[in-house]
Structures are given as C-alpha cells and as structure tokens.
C-alpha cells in the first residue's frame, strides 16, 4: 500500500508542480475576450477600431492573489494578436506573453488561444495589452488582483475603486 514515504513525496512533487497555491482559496476565473473591429466616438470623432468585447478600453480582469486566470482569446479581426500581462509573472507560461514571433506565435485571424495565467504573489491594479504592431493603442485593460479573502490591504479600505487607464485616442488607426 502507499507508505506515509510516497505520500509524503508525492504531496511534495504536488506543491512544487503547482505552485504557491492555498487549497480552498484560489479559484479558476475564466474570461472569454473577442478581438475585433468596432465603431466608436470619442471627442466628436468616429473611429473603427480593435476592441475586445467591442470597449474601448477593454474589459477589466478581477481576480485574488493565488487564482489561475484563463482568457479565451477569440481573433474574429484581420490582423495577429498577441497579449502582454504588465507586472505578472509567468514562470509556467513564459512562451506565451509577449511581443509576437519573437517570445511567442500570434493569434491569427479565425483561430482561439487559451492564455493561462497562474497569479502567485501579485496583487494591487496591473493592466494587460495588446502586444501586436499598432493594436496595442486600442487593445488594453486593468487587471485587478485583490488580496486573498482572508487578508486586507496595507492601507485603510477606499470608499470606492474606480481604475484609470490613460491611452490616445487621437493616433489609433486600422
């Protein structure tokens, strides 16, 4: 039968295959982002544009420290897209952030792309972009990591949240 040795080994090679993790605690959070072309105006101008989920910006990710984000990535555009997650680490997924064909291939027009973000010990307002040529000026979002439920943050609670994305509506052209 199993000795408490290969249990022992086996929970070990468990913890460090997945991560810093606390059992209970982090959850799977699933977002679906479709990337396309959409109308909008701004300072009395009319633009066509790439958006996910057709905002501008794009829609904002929440999640807590620990929690594995996965993000859907549908291309119903014509151009190749590419994601960059600012402040995250991703140690098990290094081949898939980044600029393209240089640390990862594109999502290519038509196709889906399953990103896998495991958060270990970030937390705070991040933001996500667009890695691809031109699209980063329009393809962009927060990324808000909350604390775990049980812990606060180091500094007393806001009356409200309202996240800040600054970009340049002016130059974005497709």
Known sequence: ???????????????ILLGNVTPGLALVRRYKFVLGNSAHTRLCTN?????????????TIYAR???????????????NITIHWH???MPRYPWSDGPEYVTQ?????????????VLSDEEGTLW????????????YGALIILPLKNETYPF????AEVPLLLGSYGGISC
């Open 87 to 89: 402040g995250v680490k």
């Open 65 to 79: 420290k620990g929690d594995l984000v996965i993000v859907d990535l549908y291309n119903r555009a014509s151009h």
């Open 1 to 15: 039968m199993w000795s408490t040795a290969k249990i022992s080994i086996l929970f070990f090679l468990g913890v």
């Open 105 to 117: 291939c594109p999502v290519s027009p038509g196709t889906k792309f399953s990103q896998r973000i």
């Open 128 to 139: 996500w972009h667009a890695h691809s040529e031109w699209s980063r000026a329009s393809v």
């Open 156 to 159: 007393p609670k806001p009356h």
């Open 47 to 59: 633009k066509t544009m790439l958006t996910i989920n057709g905002q501008f910006p794009g829609p």
